[in-house]
């Protein structure tokens, strides 16, 4: 037997340890999605002035994980799977955020002409920098 | 994995895999493939995480146009697809469980009702791009709607198309695979033994409406 083969006898006694859900567990998942469902529907109707946003996305995240665990069975297979599941979701977050922090917080009059992002809620120092926007009259800027 | 012996297919007689000489068992082979699988679905999530990512962006720079437009939808026909996709998944998953324990028959109706819901979820997906089209709310320079003019509506719509086609487009794919499933269900292939090609295609499904999950609210309720 090759080496190959007695990681795969290691991973045959660990397995034998699994156990696995019944029709009764994926009975309360659909419930739990479709009532999730109607919530996240009813909450955007209202339309919610800040955290509207945040809120669908916790409801969105919470039907997603419901789905991953039970339905895909991440929540009793170990191992491997969910490893690549969280590196994929990780890489997902990394790729929103940052591409967000880029245009966030560039220079105003470099985004596209017609935009009209969400002003940053507190005044920055940083917004009105020696070589950026906001020059007010000469003497008057931060050093 | 799947190699058929001259007994494959005869009715009654339960279909036993063989399991290749680098595996120490069929439940790590089985588990093997579980994990090729997790992996292709890694890569479909990252296909759709660009897509995430151009909505997050555009949103920024358009939000008042991006609410607007996405008032546009019909909220009725969406909730009424999330509601149909999600208990599409739940008869996927109870198809897992039935091949599990042999009950082939059951296997075959789970996938049907599974099939005859994503139809559901694509007729009512035509009525809403029909819609739209009439309404000449169409991607980028083809959009041509008088009741919304603010810039940055034209890159919703654009978003809007993109991103539902291509889930349809795993739509339609998820129904071929399922349907071939059931075909090999109706020939009583699956037991405890043999049901990786169930819990496989139920979990391409699955990932159909993890998608969705999220399409949801990003493109309906803004």
Redesign the interface.
């Known amino acids: 037997m090759?080496a190959?083969?007695n990681e795969?006898?290691k991973?045959?006694r660990e397995?034998?340890q699994e156990h696995?859900s019944?029709?009764g567990k994926?009975?309360a998942?659909?419930g739990a999605?479709?009532v999730l469902?109607?919530v996240?529907?009813f909450t955007?109707?209202m339309h919610i002035e800040t955290g509207a946003l945040a809120l669908?996305?916790v409801?969105?995240s919470v039907?997603?994980a419901l789905?991953?665990l039970?339905?895909?069975?991440l929540a009793e297979?170990q191992g491997?799977?969910r490893v690549?599941?969280i590196?994929?979701?990780l890489?997902?977050v990394l790729?929103?955020l940052f591409?967000?922090f880029d245009?966030?917080t560039r220079f105003r009059p470099a985004?596209?002409n017609?935009?009209?992002?969400?002003e940053w809620p507190v005044e920055t120092r940083g917004q009105s920098g020696r070589y950026g926007g906001g020059l007010k009259a000469p003497g008057t800027n931060p050093k | 994995m799947q190699s058929s012996t001259a007994t494959a297919g005869v009715a009654g007689v339960p279909h036993r895999p063989q399991v290749a000489a680098?595996?120490?068992?069929l439940?790590?082979q089985n588990?093997a493939a579980?994990?090729g699988m997790?992996?292709f679905?890694?890569t479909e999530?990252?296909l759709f995480?660009?897509l995430?990512?151009i909505y997050?962006?555009y949103r920024?720079?358009?939000?008042?146009a991006f609410a607007l437009a996405s008032r546009e939808l019909n909220?009725n026909m969406g909730?009424f697809n999330?509601?149909l996709l999600?208990?599409s998944?739940?008869t996927?998953?109870?198809a897992v469980?039935y091949a599990?324990e042999a009950k082939n028959k059951q296997v075959v109706l789970m996938f049907v009702l599974t099939i005859l819901m994503a139809l559901g979820f694509l007729v009512v997906k035509y009525f809403e791009y029909s819609h739209k089209f009439h309404e000449h709310q169409l991607p980028g320079p083809y959009y041509a709607f008088p009741g919304l003019t603010l810039?940055?509506a034209s890159a919703y719509f654009t978003i809007y198309f993109l991103s539902t086609g291509l889930h349809a487009f795993h739509v339609v794919i998820g129904m071929i695979v399922l349907g071939w499933v059931t075909l090999k269900a109706m020939r009583n292939e699956f037991s405890h033994h043999n049901y990786t090609a169930v819990?496989l295609g139920?979990?391409y499904w699955?990932?159909v409406?993890?998608v969705w999950?999220?399409l949801?609210?990003m493109l309906?309720?803004i």
């Open positions: 090759s190959m083969a795969s006898f991973e045959d397995m034998r696995h019944g029709p994926y009975i998942v659909w999605l479709m469902t109607l996240t529907v955007g109707k669908a996305l409801i969105a039907k997603g789905v991953a039970y339905f895909m069975h297979h491997a799977s690549v599941f590196t994929s979701m890489f997902v790729m929103l591409t967000l245009i966030g985004l596209p017609a935009a009209t992002p969400q | 680098h595996f120490a068992s439940e790590v588990h579980r994990l997790w992996l679905l890694a999530i990252l995480a660009g995430f990512v997050a962006n920024f720079l358009f939000p008042e909220l909730t999330t509601l999600i208990t998944s739940f996927a998953a109870m469980h599990k810039p940055g819990e139920s979990m699955h990932l409406d993890l999950i999220f949801f609210p309906y309720l």
